[in-house]
């Protein structure tokens, strides 16, 4: 044992010498099962204190690599390449516990997991089916595009100035004024709501946002370290329970009052009005998820965006739900100097969404094939959405409750017991039944689930619902005991 500790070196003796019996033990001096030195001999031939060398192998105990026999000494543990093995790899695991990004609930990646399969029928779905998505005129469409270098390259910071424009056309039918400037085209709304907490607002600011929300399902804003607060509509005083809740913070407010995701329910024009002025007052930007109003099956209220002359409001769209998800194409309408921002964020984060993706979205507003599409699309959803309410009036009226869906992908069904709960979900999981509980978008719900009638077909939605209600009358029985 000719090795010493160096006294001069920025390691600490301690650490010196738990390294160096670590790598005799690496580079298989020292085997597994191997007897080392006494702490008194140790100490007398490394020159050090008998304290250090105890701290050293203490140090290595509790990694794995040594361990002791009572009343025979310190020996290499059997286990000991393992132990190696882990110390020279990452700790991922505390990379992850420790990350900003808040994970998915334990639910929402099983359903992410389980999606891609095909052999599970997915009732809660957000996604139109393969059978509605346009693919023969998404092909023939292609045909009809004039592509050049700049085309095809990086867009410029807002996304495609032509596609920005036919955007434009596009707010104009729904009363809302804006220039190519105030657009900023982003890879979906999702995207849009992360650009907006990272790049609009401070750590520790609050967002309101409804009880049954889509964002107690992704995180961009608690990830970023936002402080959520609900709110209803039609809460009275708005304006005092706002004012009271924002205390000097900044804020924002996030809704999506068209066809609310997960409810499908939409505000009435007093609600909209109502939000817009207790906002103004207070100085509180509106975020307005609009993503389904495409899908409305009769004409639906105008924007609460179209209220807006002072850039109270920013407005989010997507052709995600009404084209095709794959194109990967939305958009934020704010004020120039907060969609130069955004824009800004973006370029950091991406460098722009697909300039493909955005020459066929401009193509198919230009030229009307986005228009006759969502309207044959409408006519598709109301009977799909005709067919499961039927099912659900004839199998589960004394099981459930719900209301006639106005439009988009979804039937909010609220069973009439508290039943919703994990162990519901695992055994239609077991089943090869996908659902969205309740209670990944309203910690507390144990009464409903988004049923989806986009998805599924007629055949897999009848084989659902059966399995659903079977599951629901056990799950009534068991807790009446």
Same mark, same amino acid.
């Given at each position: =044992? ?223 370290? =936002? ?119 973006? =370029? ?112 897999? =939605? ?20």
């Amino acid at each position: =044992m000719d090795w010493k500790p160096a006294p001069r070196s920025p390691r600490t003796l301690q650490a010196q010498i738990a390294g160096w019996i670590a790598e005799r033990i690496e580079c298989g001096d020292w085997a597994a099962g191997t007897r080392l030195p006494s702490q008194r001999e140790f100490a007398a031939r490394l020159g050090v204190n008998r304290s250090t060398v105890q701290n050293a192998l203490d140090e290595l105990k509790a990694g794995g690599l040594l361990e002791t026999r009572r009343g025979s000494g310190v020996y290499v543990s059997g286990s000991a390449w393992n132990a190696l093995l882990a110390r020279s790899q990452p700790n991922w695991q505390r990379h992850i516990r420790a990350s900003v990004h808040k994970p998915n609930r334990h639910t929402i990646r099983l359903i992410n997991d389980s999606e891609p399969d095909p052999s599970f029928i997915r009732l809660g779905t957000g996604e139109l089916s393969p059978d509605l998505l346009p693919v023969r005129e998404l092909e023939a469409s292609l045909r009809d595009l004039r592509l050049d270098a700049r085309s095809i390259g990086y867009s410029e910071p807002l996304g495609s100035l032509r596609l920005r424009r036919a955007l434009c056309t596009k707010l104009e039918t729904l009363g809302i004024r804006a220039q190519p400037d105030n657009v900023c085209i982003v890879s979906g709304a999702l995207q849009a709501l992360q650009l907006i907490a990272v790049g609009l607002l401070e750590e520790g600011s609050t967002v309101f946002h409804e009880p049954v929300s889509y964002l107690n399902s992704v995180h961009p804003f608690q990830s970023a370290g =936002m402080r959520m607060r609900p709110f209803r509509p039609d809460d009275k005083p708005l304006k005092e329970k706002l004012e009271r809740s924002v205390r000097g913070r900044q804020s924002l407010l996030y809704t999506v009052p068209t066809l609310n995701n997960p409810t499908g329910r939409s505000w009435n024009e007093s609600e909209r009005r109502g939000v817009y002025e207790a906002c103004s007052e207070l100085r509180i930007p509106i975020i307005e998820d609009d993503v389904y109003r495409d899908l409305l099956f009769a004409p639906g209220i105008p924007p609460i965006k179209s209220l807006d002359n002072s850039g109270q409001a920013v407005y989010l769209g997507s052709l995600s739900k009404s084209l095709s998800p794959g194109l990967r194409i939305g958009w934020i309408v704010a004020p120039s100097p907060a969609a130069a921002r955004l824009a800004d964020v973006k =370029m950091q984060t991406d460098y722009g969404s697909s300039a493909f993706s955005q020459e066929i979205a401009a193509h198919w507003l230009e030229s009307g094939l986005y228009d006759r599409n969502a309207e044959r699309l409408r006519g598709e959803l109301r009977l799909r959405a005709n067919s499961v309410e039927e099912t659900l009036r004839e199998t589960f009226e004394e099981l459930a409750d719900w209301k006639s869906p106005e439009g988009g992908f979804y039937i909010w069904l609220k069973f009439r017991d508290p039943i919703v709960d994990k162990g519901f979900f695992r055994r239609l999981l077991d089943r090869k039944i996908l659902i969205n509980p309740g209670y990944i978008y309203a910690p507390d719900d144990l009464h409903h689930i988004r049923l989806s009638y986009a998805y599924a077909s007629r055949e897999e =939605m009848g084989i659902g619902l059966a399995a659903l209600r079977e599951e629901a009358e056990r799950a009534c029985l068991r807790r009446r005991g």
